[in-house]
Nanobody
Framework: QLQLVESGGGLVQPGGSLRLSCAAS????????IGWFRQAPGKEREGVSC????????NYPDSVKGRFTISRDNAKNTMYLQMNSLKPEDTAVYYC?????????????????????WGQGTQVTVSS
């Protein structure tokens, strides 16, 4: 069965941290561009990070730059999103995804259409 399974979401106070994990089964993440997206109620899905399959180049939008860090462990076929200094506006369902791009040294989170495998999503709520 081909799937991505996220974990690590939950409720956190503003200024707190969470680490999301996404484990792949049935296919490899190795050398593929991978990314994290989020969707808040009433808003479109937006990319919040990506990491290339070669060289580990990362990209982030300004809204999360300096607070979020994407990483990957190819041996575990797992990707992560470390989120620090969380804000109420970070509240959303977070999705991990694998791109169609492989063996690229750059990555693009601007369009979800670049990604073909998706996790089921995990809720992150930032509230006091």
């Amino acid at each position: 069965q081909l799937q991505l399974v996220e974990s690590g979401g939950g409720l956190v106070q503003p200024g707190g941290s969470l680490r999301l994990s996404c484990a792949a089964s049935g296919f490899t993440l190795d050398y593929y561009t991978i990314g994290w997206f989020r969707q808040a109620p009433g808003k479109e899905r937006e990319g919040v990070s990506c990491i290339s399959g070669v060289g580990g180049t990362t990209n982030y939008p300004d809204s999360v730059k300096g607070r979020f860090t994407i990483s990957r462990d190819n041996a575990k076929n797992t990707m992560y999103l470390q989120m620090n200094s969380l804000k109420p506006e970070d509240t959303a369902v977070y999705y991990c995804a694998r791109s169609r791009d492989r063996f690229r040294s750059f990555c693009d989170y601007s369009s979800s259409r670049l990604y073909d495998y998706w996790g089921q999503g995990t809720q992150v709520t930032v509230s006091s």
